[in-house]
């Protein structure tokens, strides 16, 4: 026996929800950052020693505290400054990209044009060959600015990074 598939209908409120974007509530995973953190008090009733070493411990957790705080600020600006120079590299490349388009597509046109007006099948040939040398050289040299392009931008996106481990190993 055939199974029968169920129809589609069109639901008018299901469009209408589908339509809106979804929104929802998303709360943060981390906690804002307090300005500052109260250290609890210690007890009087504690007897010295003890109350000394606890003293000693509070303020240890506030100094690691304090140089979480630093480093997670100083990794923070230096993922931004990493992700703003591969930004920045990223348009220049397509900037270059676009006009190596551009000088290829003039270029051609340029040939065709020639191209048409050439009298004998030699001078076709001739420039021909000049046309396939002139753009051998300018993919060359294209090929050659990307490459230097792309290793400008891995260099001055990485030094940030590399600042960033410099000054964890020292705070370690």
Known sequence: MPTSRPTS?????????A?????????????????????????????????????????????FQQQMR?????????LGASLKAVSQ??????VKTIEALQASADAQFAFV???????SMSDAITLQNEHLRQQFETLNAAAHDVS???QKVSTQSIEPIKSLAKSLKAAA
Not at 29 to 41: G, Y
Not at 113 to 119: C, E, G, P, Y
């Open 9 to 17: 209908r069109k639901n008018p409120k299901g469009a209408a929800r």
């Open 19 to 63: 339509a809106t974007p979804a929104t929802m509530d998303v709360t943060p995973v981390l906690p804002a950052p307090a300005a500052e953190v109260e250290s609890p008090a210690v007890p009087e009733t504690l007897p010295h020693p003890v109350k000394e070493t606890l003293e000693a411990s509070i303020n240890k957790v506030a100094d």
């Open 70 to 78: 630093q480093v997670t600020e100083e990794a923070t600006a230096s």
């Open 89 to 94: 590299g990223v348009t220049d490349l397509n």
């Open 113 to 119: 044009k020639a191209l048409l007006s050439t009298k």
């Open 148 to 150: 230097h392009l792309i």
